[in-house]
């Protein structure tokens, strides 16, 4: 069973660094099932956008971002710890939300529960 645990938010002050961790089990990262893996986030109030996806073997292990995070934010996997990361850096409050890691592994989509992520002085 597919499951990924996401840790590593917490409420840091504009300008400040978080990283965030996605622990998965029930495949492995160089799976060639494994489509894409990715960070989505839902501000308060708003819809759930993408913040950057990383494709799986077969793509290449290829990064893409939106906009509003590229210069800022990298995306990263350990795959002998079967791990996603999401390094933040030059954090501003707009970034708050809840942070979800996704996968996309043969025909399904698997979400993990979220991180809060607050950028508050």
């Known amino acids: 069973q597919v499951q990924l645990v996401e840790s590593g938010g917490g409420l840091v002050q504009p300008g400040g660094s978080l990283r965030l961790s996605c622990a998965a089990s029930?495949?492995?990262?160089?799976?060639?099932?494994?489509?894409?893996m990715g960070w989505y986030r839902q501000p308060p109030g708003k819809l759930r956008e993408l913040v950057a996806t990383?494709?799986?073997?077969?793509?290449?292990?290829?990064?893409n971002y939106a906009d509003s995070v590229k210069g800022r934010f990298t995306i990263s996997r350990d795959n002998a710890k079967n791990t996603l990361y999401l390094q933040m850096n030059s954090l501003k409050p707009e970034d708050t939300a809840v942070y979800y890691c996704?996968?996309?592994?043969?025909?399904?989509?698997?979400w993990g529960q979220g991180t809060q992520v607050t950028v508050s002085s």
């Open positions: 996704n996968v996309r592994y043969g025909l399904s989509t698997y």
């Open positions: 990383m494709s799986g073997v077969s793509g290449g292990g290829s990064a």
């Open positions: 029930g495949f492995t990262f160089s799976s060639y099932r494994v489509n894409v």
